[in-house]
Each structure stands twice: as C-alpha cells, then as structure tokens.
C-alpha cells in the first residue's frame, strides 16, 4: 500500500524542478563517517583520506571503538589527513571519540587550513598522561587522561574570531581558546601519532553551528558606488571634512576604495546600521598613507551620542585602542594596508581588537560606559594626507537554523524543504482523519 502511495507522489512530482544550493548553512553535515563502509587495510585513499606518513588503517579488530570498524593511526611520525570544504566566516563544531590505548606517548589532533600551513585548533593526548589544548601557541594541561578509555571530544569553532571552546565527555575544559597560529578557513583535520601504540577514531563528524549576521557589506565598487564625495551614497554621510570614491593608485582592493581626508575640518565620515544590543563585529582593509597623522575608527551608539570602541592609527606610529578612557599602543605600523576586525560584546560592554588575525587587544572596556548599543561607524581623519578604506563589513550575532522561521512545508525543521520532508508526505500519502469518512484507516 505505501509503495503505491508513494508511486503517486512521484508521479505527481514529477514535473517540478528541484534546485540545490551547494552552499553550506547553520546545521548543514560538512562530513560525517564511522569507517563502517570503509575496507579493512590501507586507509590512504579511501573517502578522501590521506596518509603522508605510514601508518592509517581501518582496524577491524577487538579496539574498534563503537561498531566493528574505527581508524587506527600509528608508527612513530604518523599522519593521516581528511580534507572537506574549506569553512570561513562560521562556526563548525567538530566530534569525534578517540581511544589512545596507551597514555605515555602523544597524538596530535588538528583542524587546519586546506593547505595545511596554517593550524585553527589544536589538541594533544600528551606522553605526560595530560589532555593539552593550545591557546595560541601555550599548551594548558586541561586533564589526565588513561589508555584504552574511550573519550568524546567536541570542538566548538569560530572560525570568523578564530576561537574555539574544547569539551571531553561533554564537560567543558577550554573555553574561548585562540587559534595556533591563526587561519581565517579551516579544511583539513590531522591526526598525528607519535609512536607505535596506535590510537584509534571513530565517529567523526564535522557540521556548521551558525552563521554571523551580515548587517552590511561593501567593496566600495560601482555601480553601488561613483567615484566622488561618498556623501549620500548607499546611506554614507559626511559630517565634516571629506570622504571620496576614488580610483587609481592608493586603491586597496577591486577597482575603488573610500579615502578620508582633512579638508577645511578633521575628516568625520559615517555609516549608520541596525542597532545592536548583544554583539556588533566592525571588519575592514585600511593603509594610512603616512605614520605621523592620526586616523581613528568608532563603533558608536544608533544616536552616534555614545562611543563603544575605538581604535587610532596614532601620530606616533602605534595603533591604538582604548580601554575605557585609557590609551593603550598595541603596535607599530608603517604606511601599508592591515586588516583591522573590532568585534564588540554589547551586553559586557567590552571588545576585542585584531590586526591581521592575530588578537591585540583582549575585553578592552567600552571608551563609555553608558554606551548599551552600536548603530554607527565613524571614521575620523586629522590631515589632509587621506587614510583609504575598503572591504567593510558590519556584522551582527551568530544565527542558526530556525532564526528566519520554517517554511511550511519543512515539516521536520531542519531549515530545508527536501526529500525528507516529501519522505514524510509519502508515507502518510492518502491516509486521513476525518471522521465522516468511512474509508479513513
């Protein structure tokens, strides 16, 4: 009977077009395996894995960790390699049990970026008998651990502040650890052993969490743009001195980049958004074309009354960022383009500073305090000698599956109108509940 009925729903749909996206979203499975399907032997191959140093097998013996099958890497110098879509701008999380068998001798367990030049997070079962997560570059011992215990690790990214949370056992034991060495994307995780007892994997699955809320967004590029005063294009005002659409030398990226400059007043440029009131992130590209005039950059209030965070290209060379009413140079810079990314917590009245991904100034406090929203950009400028500006992008709070709503005809919420849901439609297809039919089951 379902077969039939499920012969008529095909029938009906057999006429529609079905388009699918190849993008990744909040929720969507990145990569999923628990080596069940895979060939007992050689690992190197199969799935897309990857063994640049002997050995990585599919173990389909007494340690295999749930099921008859896990990955065993082993042999002194191991290293065994998944690539997946590379992931930036999100977070993911990352799951996976492992059991190391012995707890004298070290595996390390990375997530990288496709190249592997780059390290996200990095975790080790270290010879000391101690579970290490790396904060940068410092190791923290965050628990012992023993041979032949099964743990579950879940790694919760953000790829975009280049941070990560570490849970063993669902228990928290890093929260909010730095990057190794900072990468803005992540497609590759690593697995190396260091002798060999062998360690074993199952259960892997990486899967993105959410998204950040992309407020606003600009290259400064025509025909959103024309070269000229800025003023009144696409919601930028000028309050006082200039800002220009410009081309030509000087230009960051594309084909045109804003400039700001002192002319006849400071410079003081903005651009309004929706005010928020828990997180706010200010991203962008700026070269300051000399070393010894200042330009500064405000995420302020909706009412542009209140300042939350500022950052100065300073006269003297550093740049800045205050804490509270209290100047503080982070660094040196020369006359050349940086990536500079504010990322505000509103509700803590705090932010973090980053300079070519790498953090510079960690839970500064709000320049004022009475500051509970951000709504404005402002980008000051003190000579006549401009400071360029490009790729800006205003982003809001992570956003996941079910913040836009269902589709009605998403009947099991997964943010997708698919298969399954059709799946669902099939198997009560023709069946009913009304009462005053005879033929409802």
């Given at each position: 009977m379902k077969m039939k009925k499920f012969v008529v729903l095909l029938t009906v749909l057999s006429g529609m077009v079905f388009l699918v996206s190849p993008a990744v979203y909040a929720g969507t499975t990145i990569y999923q395996t628990d080596f069940e399907s895979f060939t007992a032997g050689d690992v190197n191959g199969q799935d897309g894995w990857v063994v640049t140093a002997p050995a990585g097998d599919i173990n389909d013996g007494p340690w295999a960790i749930n099921g008859t099958k896990s990955l065993m890497v082993y042999t002194s110098g191991a290293d065994v390699r998944k690539s997946f879509t590379p992931q930036s701008g999100i977070t993911i999380t990352v799951e996976y049990s492992i059991d190391t068998s012995v707890n004298n001798k070290t595996v390390r367990l990375d997530l990288m970026n496709s190249a592997g030049t780059h390290t996200g997070p990095r975790v080790e079962f270290k010879d000391t008998g101690n579970i290490v997560a790396y904060d940068s570059t410092t190791g923290t011992a965050v628990g012992a651990y023993s041979g032949h215990i099964v743990y579950n690790v879940r790694l919760e990214v953000d790829i975009f502040n280049q941070t990560y949370d570490l849970y063993v056992d669902d228990v928290l034991k890093a929260d909010n650890f730095a990057f190794y060495n900072g990468t803005s994307s992540l497609g590759l995780f690593r697995i190396q052993r260091y002798t060999t007892s062998p360690v074993y994997i199952d259960?892997?699955?990486?899967?993105?969490?959410?998204?950040?809320?992309?407020?606003?967004?600009?290259?400064?590029?025509?025909?959103?743009?024309?070269?000229?005063?800025?003023?009144?294009?696409?919601?930028?005002?000028?309050?006082?001195?200039?800002?220009?659409?410009?081309?030509?030398?000087?230009?960051?990226?594309?084909?045109?980049?804003?400039?700001?400059?002192?002319?006849?007043?400071?410079?003081?440029?903005?651009?309004?958004?929706?005010?928020?009131?828990?997180?706010?992130?200010?991203?962008?590209?700026?070269?300051?074309?000399?070393?010894?005039?200042?330009?500064?950059?405000?995420?302020?209030?909706?009412?542009?009354?209140?300042?939350?965070?500022?950052?100065?290209?300073n006269g003297t060379g550093y740049i800045t960022a205050y804490n509270g009413t209290t100047a503080t140079d982070l660094m040196t810079y020369a006359a050349q383009t940086y990536d500079i990314r504010i990322v505000a917590d509103i509700a803590a009245k705090t932010y973090d500073v980053y300079v070519d991904n790498v953090l510079k100034a960690n839970d500064y406090a709000f320049y004022d305090n009475l500051a509970t929203d951000i709504g404005t950009v402002r980008i000051m400028r003190y000579t006549s000698v401009a400071v360029n500006v490009d790729d800006l992008t205003i982003y809001g709070g992570l956003i996941g599956c079910g913040d836009w709503g269902y589709l009605p005809a998403d009947l099991n919420e997964d943010c997708y109108v698919d298969f399954i849901d059709f799946g669902s439609v099939a198997d009560g297809w023709l069946n009913c509940t009304q009462p005053s039919d005879s033929n409802c089951l």
């Open positions: 259960d892997l699955s990486i899967t993105s969490s959410a998204v950040y809320d992309t407020l606003y967004t600009t290259g400064f590029e025509s025909p959103t743009f024309t070269t000229g005063t800025v003023a009144g294009q696409d919601g930028w005002t000028i309050t006082a001195g200039a800002g220009d659409i410009f081309t030509g030398t000087g230009v960051i990226a594309g084909a045109q980049s804003l400039k700001v400059y002192y002319s006849g007043a400071n410079a003081d440029v903005r651009k309004s958004f929706a005010s928020q009131t828990t997180t706010a992130t200010l991203a962008f590209k700026t070269t300051a074309l000399n070393t010894n005039r200042t330009s500064q950059f405000d995420l302020l209030n909706a009412t542009t009354t209140r300042t939350a965070a500022r950052v100065l290209f």
